[in-house]
Structure formats: structure tokens, C-alpha cells
């Protein structure tokens, strides 16, 4: 199970190590384009929130871990769809995501 981590001082989000890969390079596009947008998913455990939503920006620290060393393969299909949903919303919810 990786981890995203972000603006340095939340919690990471825990996400599979394939489908961290694909958000990855989603991720990586858009804020290479400049383009900020909003990530939701669930947290795990018993706290307060049911559903969380960040602001991801260029400007804000973002970290990828990965348990393992090895590069997962990468569907380019996954990546399209992914891409294509986030821009058609405005949002990437990791509760949509197609996982293996």
C-alpha cells in the first residue's frame, strides 16, 4: 500500500501501489500544465470525516511512496479514463477508480 503525501503536514492518503502509479502520472500532467483541481477519497480508520477533499496546486509539497521498488506497468487505457473523468469534473475521486 503506498502513500500520497501532501502539503506536509496531513496524513498521507493510503492508496494501492498500481493505482498510486496511474494518479501519479494524472497528477504529474496537470500541474505541469498549471492546473489545480480537487482529489476526494475516503479515509480509512474510525475519525470524524467520511469523505475528504484537498485543493492540489503547484505550489503545495506532494510525495508519492511506494512499497515496493519496482516500477508498476501502467495502463495507458487507465490512465485515459482517469484523466478524462477528472477533467470532464474537475475532481479525481479515488473512490471511482478502476482497481485491479
Known sequence: MGRLKYDGTS????????????????ISTKLRRQESFMLTWRPQGDGPDARMTIWIHPAIPLQFGFDHAEIPALDPSRVTAMMNRLNASGELNLDQLDLP
Open 11 to 26: 496524513g498521507p492518503i493510503p492508496i494501492d501501489d498500481v493505482t498510486l502509479a496511474h494518479v501519479k502520472i494524472v
